[in-house]
């Protein structure tokens, strides 16, 4: 790409995704002539997470092992993933709370009705010493995702989806239910942290959420945003950084009529 040859990178990124496809569904089943003979079982993949003590400290969220779970430099991509989804008086669904950034911001926005879906047990302590759990218009989900929206009867006109310790699988997942809880004039978007450290990975991956969605039967659309230089000093006192690149892709999903 630096050197000009758009052409060649673009099957580059087809072909990554090309393997990647085949490499999903070999991890999903074993085939014997034509038939499936094996599923392999899922795993609660963020259990780790979960079993984790989680601490919060000048603006950052970490586990004990020191992985910035989120920070606060996320602050300016949360203000446009909230403008995507929040129109006054309407019904709001964040899955992750976090620092509780983007839900602070949906408060903002008056809705009706705002859903907030948080699996540690650390973080939702914070939400009910913050107040979050008596608020009139918000609705705490205590759990995961995968388990608590099983029950709940609700559509949503905006989605917002932001975990840690899960995989794309996981994301793979969300969306495959997402036309069950989001509605038809609705709008969903999620953060974008896929391969977040590799140029060639993330356009990889943002091209599959794209093809899969788009097979769903949504619309998908990417807003490239520029992202201030991360120092040294911003991730100090973690273990890895989690973004390294220099642009952000804030996506716009709807329906696709």
């Keep these: 790409m630096e050197n000009g040859h758009v052409e060649l990178y673009e099957y580059l990124v087809d072909t990554g995704c090309r393997s990647e496809f085949i490499l999903s569904l070999l991890g999903q089943k074993i085939v014997e002539d034509g038939d499936v003979i094996e599923t392999k079982d899922k795993i609660v993949a963020n259990q780790g997470y979960l079993n984790r003590k989680l601490f919060y400290s000048e603006g950052k969220l970490l586990d004990s092992d020191g992985n910035a779970v989120m920070m606060g430099w996320e602050t300016p991509l949360m203000k446009i993933h909230s403008n995507i989804i929040c129109k006054k008086g309407k019904k709001i669904l964040n899955v992750g709370f976090g620092l509780g950034i983007i839900d602070t911001m949906i408060q903002e926005s008056e809705p009706t009705l705002h859903t907030i879906i ?10 009910v010493d913050d107040g979050w759990t008596t608020k009139p218009n918000v609705t705490v989900l205590f759990g995961r995702w995968q388990d608590v929206l099983q029950d709940y009867q609700e559509t949503f006109d905006g989605i917002f989806f932001d975990t840690f310790g899960e995989y794309y699988d996981d994301l793979h997942d969300f969306h495959q239910i997402l036309p069950n809880i989001l509605n038809e004039d609705g709008v969903y978007t999620f953060f974008n942290g896929l391969c977040g ?28 945003v520029t992202v201030d230089e991360l120092g040294d000093d911003v991730w100090k006192d973690t273990k890895r950084a989690y973004w390294s690149l220099p642009t952000y892709r804030v996506p716009t999903v709807t329906f696709d009529f």
């Design 118 to 127: 948080e699996a540690h047990p650390d973080v939702y302590q914070k939400m």
């Design 197 to 224: 450290t590799n140029q060639f990975f993330h356009d990889v991956s943002c091209r599959i959420v794209e093809l899969e969605l788009r097979e769903i039967g949504f619309n998908v659309e990417f807003e490239e």
